[in-house]
């Protein structure tokens, strides 16, 4: 499953730098994921990173885009190789 990121973002720059994707970009107001590029840092990390380093709790699943971990795992292979 993809995340999303809610209206409790505050625009802090925090979440960018830690997705091996690039799937965050500033959006207006806030921080958007690209639910194409967003593999939940699965093949790079145990958690996603956003999610660790997000200080008010904004990113969460997005429940308009379900992915089993086989999907999500291949979907960083299709970006990044295997």
Do not use: R, W
């Not at 639910?35 to 840092?41: A, F, I, R, S």
């Not at 086989?70 to 295997?82: M, Q, V």
């Amino acid at each position: 499953m993809a995340l999303l990121i809610n209206d409790e973002c505050i625009a802090c720059d925090a979440c960018v730098p830690e997705c091996p994707n690039d799937a965050i970009s500033e959006g207006d107001p806030i921080y958007v994921i690209d639910p194409d590029l967003c593999t939940e840092c699965i093949g790079f990390h145990d958690k996603p990173q956003c999610v660790e380093v997000c200080p008010t709790d904004a990113i969460h699943p997005d429940p308009n885009h379900k992915e089993s971990q086989e999907d999500l795992l291949a979907k960083k292979n299709k970006i990044h190789g295997d």
